[in-house]
């Protein structure tokens, strides 16, 4: 497919460095090659590239009885005058 193409300046630049530590490489081949890996690495599905977890930590027994009902909670949290 022959097609023109418009570089921003500072692709063209890095282009330009590239080609010039690979001597006989051709612009296009190159442009081809730096095509085909990003659009590679577009169409990969990106995954973190750190893992995180977090320490268990016990926060001792349940104060309440039951979570069911809130007014019993409420009344415990925050004392009788949270009506």
């Known amino acids: 497919m022959r097609t023109t193409l418009t ?15 690979r001597k006989g490489v051709k612009l296009k081949d190159l442009i081809n090659e730096a095509l085909r890996y990003g659009l590679k690495q577009m169409m990969t599905p990106q995954r973190p590239s750190t893992l995180y977890s977090t320490q268990a930590v016990s926060l001792g027994r349940c104060l ?3 979570l069911d009902d809130v007014a019993e ?8 005058a949270f009506r």
């Open 64 to 66: 309440v009885g039951s």
């Open 73 to 80: 909670v409420l009344a415990i949290a925050e004392g009788e």
């Open 7 to 21: 570089l921003d300046e500072d692709v063209a630049a890095q282009l330009s460095r590239l080609r010039n530590t």
